[in-house]
């Protein structure tokens, strides 16, 4: 599996696991290999040149969707193989690099969901049966057994939050456990910070912006920025 992957590795250097591990950490051919497929291959083209010049170096194939392809194949090969005689057995290092790179910021979790999304937007529209919807069907495959392989598993993310629990306008802080939240006063209003995104949430600090956007923000911001409302 992961044909020219398999033999560029295997030409520069005599132990390709640690050259692998050394790709994982260094070139973020994990992040650059979620793009592709989060994207998709036609939108993987539009990937910047110093990022295509990564993947050149270490893969020769000419086609962008097939080498990021063959890259999770390869991923999972180094993952599930136990050949006593294979340069590419599963190792503790590479183990530990792989699923760190995964974990990061949700990244597997978050691939899964993007291909499963494709997926049943695919087969709404051809039935699931043309080729395109083949290939995503696969990509998804790989990459959940991969997950599993590492012990991960998949968490569907909240849903949008409806319009109708969206917040209107609040006085002060927005993180409801501040002792600014709800206070109109010069002091409050001049200490303020709006979320980066929607610019409608106000905060007095860093740590309640954290807060509430695990408890409430992170799904209504999405909602606020798409330009709903609450009337």
């Known amino acids: 599996m992961g044909g020219a992957v398999l033999i560029s590795l295997s030409n520069v250097a005599p132990l390709p696991m640690g050259t692998l591990i050394e790709y994982i950490e260094r070139l ?7 793009n592709i497929y989060t994207l998709g291959p036609e939108e993987g083209h539009g990937q910047s040149v110093d990022k295509l010049c990564i993947y050149r170096k270490i893969t020769s194939f000419t086609s962008t969707a097939q080498a990021w392809s063959n890259l999770v194949d390869l991923f999972l090969h180094c993952t599930t193989c136990r050949a006593p005689n294979c340069h590419f057995v599963r190792t503790e290092a590479y183990e530990n690099s792989l699923r760190s790179k995964l974990e990061q910021n949700s990244l597997w979790n978050n691939v899964v969901h993007s291909l499963l999304e494709r997926a049943r937007t695919t087969a709404a529209s051809d039935g699931g049966g043309s080729a395109k919807a083949k290939t995503i ?8 057994q991969l997950g599993k392989e590492l012990g991960l598993v998949y968490k569907p993310p909240p849903p949008s939050a409806p319009v109708s629990t969206l917040r209107g306008d609040i006085d002060g802080c927005w993180f409801a456990e501040c002792e600014r939240h709800g206070k109109v006063d010069e002091e409050t209003e001049g200490k303020l910070l709006r979320c980066s995104a929607c610019r409608r949430a106000k905060y007095c600090s860093s740590a309640c912006q954290q807060k509430d956007w695990k408890a409430v923000h992170k799904t209504e911001c999405k909602a606020f920025r798409a330009g709903m409302s609450t009337s």
């Open 137 to 144: 069907k696969g990509q998804w495959a790989a990459w959940t």
């Open 28 to 34: 973020e051919i994990v992040q650059l290999a979620a």
